[in-house]
């Protein structure tokens, strides 16, 4: 009975363990001056949702706190001026919402944590496509780094200004 219980403890602990795949991007500062930084990029989609990032100059992505949010493009303000609240909560403990990218020339590369089902380490994707200009960028490719599994997107992400970004500091994206 004893080693029954013992071997579904260490089964249960290891169950519950949070083990993250690396990040295969450098965080870097983002000093290229071609992407707007005072705000955050939004996508719609086309069942009306969006998809909302905050992109820091210290090479940090931050999601939108829930990744789609129906009720219009001011909740997605909301959401980001709520978040300005969030020092020390939970939302900094959540490895899916925060991330890297980086810029070459006019490219952008965006590397997050996908949301891992149960029993699942977290582990990465890599989002590739172009800048337009600095309020607009295009991803056009998703790359899942554990399986190597490559799909074509459409998703353009435009810039909306936003008063006071919540801070980039979390427990996931450091400097080596």
Known sequence: MVKH????????AAACSVYRQAPTLTLENNTSGK??????FYAKKDNGLYNSIVLYQ????????????STGIHSVDSNFLA????????????????????????????????????GESYQTYVDQGHIRNKKQFIITSRKYIK???????RDTFNFRPLSTKPDSTNNFIHRN
């Open 35 to 40: 992407i707007q930084l005072d705000g955050y």
């Open 147 to 153: 399986s190597g599994e490559l799909e074509a997107r």
């Open 58 to 69: 210290n090479g940090v992505i931050l999601e939108g706190g829930s990744l789609e949010i």
């Open 83 to 118: 978040a300005n609240n969030f020092n020390n909560s939970y939302d900094r403990k959540i490895p899916y919402i925060w991330g890297i990218y980086i810029i070459k020339a006019n490219n952008i590369i965006l590397e997050r944590y996908n949301v891992p089902a149960f």
């Open 5 to 12: 219980l013992f071997i579904g403890t260490v089964f249960l």
